[in-house]
């Protein structure tokens, strides 16, 4: 299973991106998404995340300015990020919970990362 974002740029503060994850593979169940974000010299942290259900969780950083969400027929999970902060400014990487039929088993996986510049 391969995880690819895209989406990421260079924009002004308050402007807005969509970055999305699209999954690819053969024979597998996605359950559970995450955006995470790692600045220079800072850890990698949770933006924000997505059970298979539905149920969302947000940093509270990002709380009513992102919005992640999920096309589970396209296999690819979003954020919108609206109001962008330069403090946004990151490596933004999605995370997944996948279970694979080939050996039954859940795993996770880490997305390459998309760069998100955000100038003042």
């Known amino acids: 299973v391969h995880l690819v974002e895209s989406g990421g740029g260079l924009v002004q503060a308050g402007d807005s991106l969509r970055l999305s994850c699209a999954a690819s593979?053969?024979?597998?169940?996605?359950?559970?998404m995450g955006w995470y974000r790692q600045a220079p010299g800072k850890q990698r942290e949770l933006v924000a995340s997505i059970t298979s259900g539905g149920t969302t969780n947000y940093a509270d950083s990002v709380k009513g300015r992102f919005t992640i969400s999920r096309d589970k027929a396209k296999k690819t999970t979003y954020l919108q990020m609206n109001s962008l902060k330069p403090e946004d400014t990151a490596v933004y990487y999605c995370n997944g919970n996948i279970y694979t039929d080939y050996d039954m088993r859940a795993h996770n996986y880490w997305g390459q990362g998309t760069q998100v510049t955000v100038s003042s």
């Open positions: 593979g053969s024979s597998f169940t996605i359950f559970d």
